[in-house]
């Protein structure tokens, strides 16, 4: 900016540029009458808590007034009762027009927020996982009317995942909510929801170039050879005492997006859900991870601790205790470590996909399935000559599953054609005569594990709009 402003006379603390947003959206932001003095401001402000401090934007020439300043108060919550109270309010007696009020932009906002933002409204906690949506109200209506509460769940079993969003009617008890609810909720203001405006195929092409973000290249989770950062796993190591749990609680010193979140664990296979969050009291970057199972959670954990993104910057990932016993989650952790171990062996022998098969014998019993998804009992499929009325797009990860898998995979859903991968790449495709059934498909597999595989199961492009696209010359 290259106006220069006047702050607040009478010394007192006044932030320094680092500081401006600790805590977040304490500090507004006015469109006012050039002819409207500091005094009025301070007057009219302070009502609403502690000032810090008070800039005036000038014209860096003539020294006047722009009609735009900016109040910086000590709490989030009085600078949002700041904004609803006095948002199209007159100064001034003699002031026919009425004063605007925002919450100031910061740096991990892209603009300044009016009282109707719901990204000023809404808040993350985390909860015990036995908590209802009856219980949520009860512990954050003190703060102010709640419009809604919901518990984030599993989409197969339902179980709450011990995570869940409270929104207000107004900005001000949101902040408060935060400010003042118990430490262990670690309540934050809730991201907005991103939405995907590109294609699935296109998406996943391009995540395949994020090798730019220094990660290493995507390989089978668990080889024979077990990973240095299990070999320490002994009774008498200390960390076996802190809490295993498949979520992950992830700090940086530098902000960071859902998509960058989602691009750098996501390299471990298994990644359920992330979110980002912010931080009332830093300017600090706070993200949860969940992964399906237990292994993929470890993994992650000893494997990005400390990883430097971007450059320079080394993210903290650590364990949420989510009250599950632990000998449990080692125990499922050590079945699906096999799992991944015989898949890999399959995939790079396919000789060897006879020694999946119990009893020893091949050809007579179908594919072994290891996964949680309630899968439909097996039906016939298609002719090859019956026409296609969709195809699906599949990615694996972190290696496709044998075809003789996927097939008694896909066939269950009735109507299957063909389904076959894509030669050298973790991709492959399903043909189907039945609409209802690729989409039974897509609503049960997609984001499923299958056999230690994470598969991502979505609507193809037409043939048409394939062939138009640019080829790839790299």
Known sequence: MDEAGSSASGGGFRPGVDSLDEPPNS????????????????????????????????????????????????????????????????????????????IAQSRSSGSHRDVEDEEL????????????????????????????????????TGESKGLGYVRYLKPSQAAQAIENC????????AEPKNKASESSEQDYYSNMRQEALGHEPRVNM??????????????????????????????????????????????????????????????????????????????AKYKLHGFQYPPGNRI???FIDDGSNATDLLRKMATQMVAAQLASMVWNNPSQQQFLQFGGSSGTQLPQIQTDVVLPSCKKKAPPETPVKERLFIVFNPHPLP??????????????IEVYL??????????YADRISANDAIATLHGKILNGV??????????????NKRQRTY
């Not at 909860?127 to 197969?156: A, H, M, Q, W």
């Not at 118990?182 to 203001?189: H, Q």
């Not at 009332?280 to 470890?298: D, E, K, L």
């Not at 199961?457 to 394939?466: I, T």
């Open 27 to 102: 500090r507004i932001f006015l469109v006012i009458s050039k002819y409207t003095p500091e005094s009025v401001l301070r007057e009219r402000f302070s009502p609403f808590g502690e000032i810090q401090d008070i800039w005036v934007v000038r014209d860096k020439h003539t020294k006047e007034s722009k009609g735009i300043a900016f109040v910086k108060f000590a709490r989030s919550s009085q600078a949002c009762r700041a904004m609803e109270e006095m948002h199209g309010q007159c100064l001034g007696p003699n002031d026919s027009k009425p004063i605007k009020v925002f």
């Open 121 to 156: 409204t809404r808040i993350f906690v985390m909860i015990p996982k036995s908590y209802t949506e009856e219980d949520l109200r009860e512990k954050f209506k003190v703060y102010g009317d709640i419009e809604y509460c919901s518990i984030i769940k599993n989409k197969v």
């Open 182 to 189: 118990d430490r262990s909720f670690r309540a934050i203001l």
């Open 222 to 299: 668990f080889p024979f050879e077990q990973p240095s950062e299990f070999t320490s796993f002994d009774k008498n190591d200390n960390r076996g005492q802190e809490a295993i749990s498949k979520r992950l609680s992830v700090v940086s010193r530098v902000p960071f997006t859902e998509e960058q979140l989602f691009s750098i664990f996501d390299i471990v296979p298994g990644l359920e859900y992330c979110e980002v969050q912010r931080d009332p009291y830093s300017n600090y970057g706070h993200g949860v991870v969940q992964y399906f199972n237990v292994a993929s959670a470890i993994y």
């Open 316 to 318: 903290g990932v650590s």
């Open 403 to 416: 075809l003789d898998v996927l097939e008694d995979i896909f066939c269950r859903f009735g109507n299957l």
């Open 422 to 431: 894509v030669s050298g790449k973790n991709v492959g495709y399903a043909k």
């Open 454 to 467: 994470r598969l991502k199961v979505m609507l193809a492009d037409s043939p048409r709009e394939e062939s």
